[in-house]
């Protein structure tokens, strides 16, 4: 194996344990579609629960690590791992304490320090547009999904 394989086998393990919610080792349908998002890849729902069953090759209805390498090493190129650490610097830059999630108060002081103050409207609409779990703060996942989104309508690319 090379050092660039090696190295992005690390990488998307790093990128496997942040989407694997419950930290059991394996990614559930919902998991995996939001992994797969994060490195640009926007299968249907569909497409997920195929990709499921062919990845899932011990046939327990999740997939492990390993199952998602066999999967996805052929196609995953240097520059998505690359955007993927983009993405999680800036969402680093917001997260202030750094406990992985951007609280509201987190959203309006790194706002307000680019010089794009909210007001409490603004900040309630963003806060809830981002938190599509309801859980009051801004995952990873969350802010991955809404930077592709955002991403996806500036270039006019239709958003389910």
């Given at each position: 194996m090379s050092m660039l394989e090696t190295d992005q086998i690390k990488q998307l393990n790093d990128i496997f344990k942040r989407f694997?919610?419950?930290?059991?080792g394996s990614l559930t349908?919902?998991?995996?579609a939001?992994?797969?998002r994060s490195l640009g890849i926007k299968p249907t729902g569909d497409e997920i629960y195929a990709l499921?069953?062919?990845m899932d090759e011990n046939g327990n209805g999740y997939i492990e690590f390993?199952?998602?390498?066999?999967?996805?090493?052929p196609d995953?190129?240097?520059?998505?791992?690359?955007?993927?650490?983009?993405?999680l610097e800036v969402f680093r830059s917001f997260d202030?304490?750094?406990n992985g999630y951007i609280t509201a108060s987190e959203l309006a002081g790194s706002m307000a320090k680019m010089g794009q103050p909210l007001t409490y409207r603004e900040l309630a609409s963003m806060m809830a547009e981002a938190d599509s779990n309801g859980d009051g703060v801004i995952s990873f996942n969350e802010f991955a999904a809404l930077m592709a989104k955002s991403a996806a309508e500036f270039l006019g690319v239709k958003v389910a």
């Open positions: 694997d919610m419950d930290q059991d349908h919902l998991e995996l939001a992994l797969l499921l069953s062919n390993d199952e998602l390498v066999h999967a996805i090493m995953l190129t240097e520059s998505v791992l690359i955007n993927q650490e983009q993405l202030r304490d750094g």
